[in-house]
T-cell receptor, first 113, second 114 residues
Framework: QQQVKQSPQSLIVQKGGISIINCAYENTAFDYFPWYQQFPGKGPALLIAIRPDVSEKKEGRFTISFNKSAKQFSLHIMDSQPGDSATYFCAATTSGSARQLTFGSGTQLTVLP | DSGVTQTPKHLITATGQRVTLRCSPRSGDLSVYWYQQSLDQGLQFLIQYYNGEERAKGNILERFSAQQFPDLHSELNLSSLELGDSALYFC?????????????FGSGTRLTVV
């Protein structure tokens, strides 16, 4: 019940296109859903996050869409750029004294020039 | 630079040995988290400390232990190493007990057990 399932495993998009990564969860106690971006040789970096009381959050070219009833959320990268090529992880966590993150398996995004 | 410092960056050691990974959290952050990243298991939570006290344990083996010192730096000790322990080990920190404002990850320590 703690799993977060992420798809696709890899994604290739042309420059200027839209990249879409999907995640699904089972645990309805999850109440915070961040996305992390990881470049080779670096640690994951927080990109954008959403709480279940909103259905969409946008920051620049990055948008999270959240569907509470379907227990799904997705990351949309508009006008994808070669510099966006990285591994993206969705994650989820629950309220409590220790909010460790449960991560999805990651999506390797390649944006072709 | 994320502000979370991990040393060493790379470590190569033999099976059966013991190693210590070190993490200095971002200034002002009281929580430290350790994660293991491997190809087959992805990013797995190991353990969390808050202001010197252990607060949560995840999928941490009994051969592994950690502690957080009064100056808030943390060490992850891995003993009786096996080939399968080869992975990237990340430390992350946050200002409070939880991830409400997101973690800040370090660049990791790549451990290779030969």
């Amino acid at each position: 019940q703690q799993q977060v399932k992420q798809s696709p495993q890899s994604l290739i998009v042309q420059k200027g296109g839209i990249s879409i990564i999907n995640c699904a969860y089972e645990n309805t106690a999850f109440d915070y859903f961040p996305w992390y971006q990881q470049f080779p040789g670096k640690g994951p970096a927080l990109l954008i996050a959403i709480r279940p009381d909103v259905s969409e959050k946008k920051e620049g070219r990055f948008t999270i869409s959240f569907n509470k009833s379907a227990k799904q959320f997705s990351l949309h990268i508009m006008d994808s750029q070669p510099g966006d090529s990285a591994t993206y992880f969705c994650a989820a966590t629950t309220s409590g004294s220790a909010r460790q993150l449960t991560f999805g398996s990651g999506t390797q995004l390649t944006v072709l020039p | 630079d994320s502000g979370v410092t991990q040393t060493p960056k790379h470590l190569i050691t033999a099976t059966g040995q013991r190693v210590t990974l070190r993490c200095s959290p971002r200034s002002g952050d009281l929580s430290v988290y350790w994660y293991q990243q491997s190809l087959d298991q992805g990013l797995q939570f190991l353990i969390q400390y808050y202001n010197g006290e252990e607060r949560a344990k995840g999928n941490i083996l009994e051969r592994f232990s950690a502690q957080q010192f009064p100056d808030l730096h943390s060490e992850l000790n891995l003993s009786s190493l096996e080939l399968g322990d080869s992975a990237l080990y990340f430390c992350a920190s946050s200002v409070d007990l939880g991830a409400g404002y997101g973690y800040t990850f370090g660049s990791g320590t790549r451990l290779t057990v030969v």
